[in-house]
């Protein structure tokens, strides 16, 4: 949600709608609609739930909630003085402006990253760039925000305000508590190795996914894995996720298999491939679903599954 001035400056932003609620509108426990009449008087305000309406007034008194107010790589706290300060490792743009308490021109790399400075020669670079944890913040303006079930999952993208030159992978950490559940996300932070993805063959599955041990997951091919579906048929269909359908088959040792065809125009896919790899296959327990293994051909991404009689996870199987 924005507030926006003369239409066209933006103002304040909250944090991002969750499909119940708005994240981070810090000290407030509803956010409200705000009708003005043509006289300039506050009408009515209505709740989030959009079924309680009051008559009054409301506005936000932090100075953090002002849009941008510390600018690119700044952070804003309201009980220190000044409010803004730069982030580790980068240091005012113009240190005129900020004496003058005017933060918004933001902050810039102290130094370049390693990578950068580097580019081109063969050194070991081990060590010189990382990431920094940051934690109670609002995410920036362009991020994707996708829940299923008990399952929340938020990867913004920092790109659009030039945050960094180089992003491997970012879960932020959500403590939120409901009326009658608590939801917790952990906040995990891994790199990505940098390998090829363009052109993938079944025989390099492994250097696809990276380093990760996958000795016990079973590579599928292809032919067979369309035999099983009966060439993908919508009879076979179990259903439609946020990556891509899920369909039901039979392989020919006479189990049962659930197929997670990852859609080649999901910008998600690529990354979804390779993380729930990672996760489902170090998460072999009996009450989660069990991944039997992977099938790699051109843009097509399938990852197999056992069919659990208790429609087990359901929900992750078709995020």
């Known amino acids: 949600?924005?507030?926006?001035?003369?239409?066209?400056?933006?103002?304040?932003?909250?944090?991002?709608?969750?499909?119940?609620?708005?994240?981070?509108?810090?000290?407030?426990?509803f956010l409200a609609y705000v009708d003005i009449s043509f006289e300039g008087i506050v009408r009515f305000i209505v709740s989030a739930s959009g079924k309680n309406w009051y008559l009054g007034w409301k506005s936000w008194n932090n100075p953090c909630d002002n849009y941008?107010?510390?600018?690119?790589?700044?952070?804003?706290?309201?009980?220190?003085?000044?409010?803004?300060?730069?982030?580790?490792?980068?240091i005012p743009k113009s240190n005129e402006e900020w004496s003058k308490r005017n933060w918004t021109g933001g902050c810039v790399r102290r130094t370049k990253l390693s990578c950068e400075t580097h580019r081109n020669e063969s050194v070991s670079l081990k060590g010189k760039d990382?990431?920094?944890?940051?934690?109670?913040?609002?995410?920036?303006?362009?991020?994707?925000?996708?829940?299923?079930?008990?399952?929340?999952?938020?990867?913004?993208?920092?790109?659009?305000?030039?945050?960094?030159?180089?992003?491997?992978?970012i879960v932020f950490s959500l403590h939120r508590r409901y009326a009658n559940q608590k939801r917790r996300v952990e906040l995990k932070t891994w790199r990505l190795e940098s390998t090829s993805m363009t052109k993938i063959h079944r025989d390099g599955i492994q250097e696809y996914i990276g380093k990760y041990n996958l000795s016990e997951l079973k590579i599928y091919d292809f032919d067979s894995i369309l035999i099983a579906t009966n060439?993908?048929?919508?009879?076979?269909?179990l259903g439609q996720g946020v990556f891509g359908p899920v369909y039901k088959g039979m392989v020919p040792e006479g189990k049962e298999i659930a197929v997670k065809r990852l859609s080649s125009s999901s910008g998600q896919g690529v990354e979804e491939f390779k993380n729930e790899m990672m996760l489902i296959s170090n998460l072999q327990h009996?009450?989660?679903?069990?991944?039997?293994?992977?099938?790699?051909?051109e843009d097509e991404k399938l990852l197999i599954y056992e069919v659990m009689p208790n429609k087990s996870l359901d929900a992750f199987l078709l995020g």
Do not use: Q
């Not at 995410?139 to 305000?161: Q, R």
């Not at 009996?286 to 051909?297: D, F, I």
């Open 130 to 169: 990382g990431f920094l944890k940051l934690e109670r913040l609002k995410v920036p303006n362009f991020y994707e925000y996708l829940i299923e079930g008990k399952l929340m999952k938020l990867i913004a993208s920092l790109t659009t305000i030039g945050f960094m030159s180089i992003l491997a992978a």
């Open 231 to 237: 060439n993908f048929s919508i009879k076979n269909k």
């Open 1 to 29: 949600m924005y507030i926006w001035i003369n239409g066209s400056t933006p103002h304040w932003r909250s944090g991002p709608w969750d499909k119940s609620s708005i994240d981070k509108i810090f000290g407030d426990k």
């Open 68 to 90: 941008g107010a510390c600018g690119p790589f700044g952070v804003c706290k309201a009980s220190e003085s000044p409010i803004c300060k730069c982030l580790k490792g980068f």
């Open 286 to 297: 009996k009450n989660l679903v069990r991944m039997m293994g992977c099938c790699v051909k």
